[in-house]
T-cell receptor, first 113, second 116 residues
Framework: AQSVTQPDIHITVSEGASLELRCNYSYGATPYLFWYVQSPGQGLQLLLKYFSGDTLVQGIKGFEAEFKRSQSSFNLRKPSVHWSDAAEYFCAVGTYNFNKFYFGSGTKLNVKP | DTGVSQNPRHKITKRGQNVTFRCDPISEHNRLYWYRQTLGQGPEFLTYFQNEAQLEKSRLLSDRFSAERPKGSFSTLEIQRTEQGDSAMYLC??????????????FGPGTRLLVL
């Protein structure tokens, strides 16, 4: 069965520090992987996606993620966090035909000044 | 491109009442998805439409739920005889299957439902 696990419910980092949000997935075929960000009162916004090719993908707002097939992981990273990055982040896996998307339960990021 | 809009943004209702939500996707998008998001959880897939055809429904979509997309444009999601467990954020997303970046879903702001 397809599933996405985000083991960290809350993470707090200091502004300027680096960030890594973890995501593990379970999917029987080649996964299509996504990271979304959700700010209060806002819709989910796509940060980046991975389908194939280079396993390190770059996204918007300075985020990147690395696909590791052997670990079934797709962790999100940012070298230097800004206060405006405080939000909730969701990892998702999509079926090959984009009929369904499975989301993790999210990681809420707090940024300390 | 005005984005995906959803109305109403908030709805408070009493248990047993019927509610209807509307989603207006991005105009050229042929696929529309509905999700439910409860507190502390990620969005859960409910159903999707390709143009006006409803092609898949989740087991979460009980017979009290019905969704339509009559002309392949806007969509409605109706919940009959609401229960307190229906309280959640209902999200709509759209994409243009067959186009470049077809995998990118654009989400609306959601309709937050509270059943008293």
């Amino acid at each position: 069965a397809q599933s996405v696990t985000q083991p960290d419910i809350h993470i707090t980092v200091s502004e300027g520090a680096s960030l890594e949000l973890r995501c593990n997935y379970s999917y029987g075929a080649t996964p299509y992987l996504f990271w979304y960000v959700q700010s209060p009162g806002q819709g989910l916004q796509l940060l980046l996606k991975y389908f194939s090719g280079d396993t390190l993908v770059q996204g918007i707002k300075g985020f990147e993620a690395e696909f590791k097939r052997s670990q079934s992981s797709f962790n999100l990273r940012k070298p230097s966090v800004h206060w405006s990055d405080a939000a909730e982040y969701f990892c998702a896996v999509g079926t090959y035909n984009f009929n369904k998307f499975y989301f993790g339960s999210g990681t809420k990021l707090n940024v300390k000044p | 491109d005005t984005g995906v809009s959803q109305n109403p943004r908030h709805k408070i209702t009493k248990r047993g009442q019927n509610v209807t939500f509307r989603c207006d996707p991005i105009s050229e998008h042929n696929r529309l998805y509905w999700y439910r998001q409860t507190l502390g959880q990620g969005p859960e897939f409910l159903t999707y439409f390709q143009n006006e055809a409803q092609l898949e429904k989740s087991r979460l979509l009980s017979d009290r739920f019905s969704a339509e997309r009559p002309k392949g444009s806007f969509s409605t999601l109706e919940i009959q005889r609401t229960e307190q467990g229906d309280s959640a954020m209902y999200l709509c997303a759209s994409t243009n299957i067959g186009a470049y970046h077809q995998e990118t879903q654009y989400f609306g702001p959601g309709t937050r439902l509270l059943v008293l």
